[in-house]
């Protein structure tokens, strides 16, 4: 069974540029979390999805961030304009449910000049 | 408010020693669930073991054991012979699935284990 895909891997913009992420999830996983990780830091929930419906989005900072999951599957995280301390790691997870197991993408490696 | 501390922002080891990762967690709630993940250095969090607040059982997976205490709110997790490949970021975490089902992350344990 394929893992929870992200992309891009890696992403270098300057400041004020407008940067997505993409994220599509274990295939039947309707619970889908973008988390923001800091370096040495532990990861923090930005936005959760159940099925197309962001039921938590109470940590997003909405005046340059926002995220859409269109059809309930995949899902796109957009910052716009980036600012340097956006440099992070963006990781998306999806479980079956809201009370079951989160598992993790790769994530993606954001770098703001 | 709930939090999750991992005291040991590092832990070096050398290979085949037996080593220990502390997880201490605060929470008024009596129903959660207990996790660890490992990030190695590809960045991708692997789920390892999931424990719900009534299950107080230690368990064994191979080289690694969990040891969760409610009495002292710690989730310990120990690696038996260490082995290279062990070396990456743990992360405890705690989620409260009857307010939202977020998880919260300790800042996590360097382990490096050397041959």
């Known amino acids: 069974e394929a893992g929870v895909v992200q992309s891009p891997r890696y992403k270098i913009i300057e400041k004020k540029q407008p940067v997505a992420f993409w994220c599509n999830p274990i295939?039947?996983?309707?619970?889908l979390y973008w988390y923001l990780q800091n370096l040495g830091q532990g990861p923090e929930l930005l936005i959760r999805?159940?099925?197309?419906?962001?039921?938590?989005d109470s940590q997003l900072p909405k005046d340059r961030f926002s995220a859409e999951r269109l059809k309930g599957v995949d899902s796109t995280l957009k910052i716009q304009p980036a600012e340097l301390g956006d440099s992070a790691v963006y990781l998306c997870?999806?479980?079956?449910?809201?009370?079951?197991?989160?598992?993790f993408g790769p994530g993606t490696r954001l770098l703001v000049l | 408010a709930q939090k999750v501390t991992q005291a040991q922002t590092e832990i070096s080891v050398v290979e085949k020693e037996d080593v220990t990762l502390d997880c201490v967690y605060e929470?008024?709630?009596?129903?959660?669930?207990l996790f660890w993940y490992k990030q190695p250095p590809s960045g991708e969090l692997v789920f390892l073991i999931r424990?719900?607040?009534?299950?107080?059982q230690n368990e064994i997976s191979g080289r690694y054991s969990w040891n969760f205490q409610k009495s002292t709110s710690s989730f310990n997790f120990t690696i038996t012979a260490s082995q290279v490949v062990d070396s990456a970021v743990y992360f405890c975490?705690?989620?409260?699935?009857?307010?939202?089902?977020?998880?919260?992350f300790g800042q996590g344990t360097e382990l490096s284990v050397k041959p």
């Open positions: 997870a999806s479980s079956a449910s809201r009370r079951e197991t989160q598992y």
């Open positions: 295939s039947g996983h309707n619970t």
């Open positions: 999805y159940e099925n197309e419906e962001a039921v938590d």
């Open positions: 929470t008024r709630d009596t129903t959660y669930y």
């Open positions: 424990r719900n607040s009534f299950d107080e």
């Open positions: 975490a705690l989620v409260l699935y009857n307010q939202g089902g977020k998880l919260i």
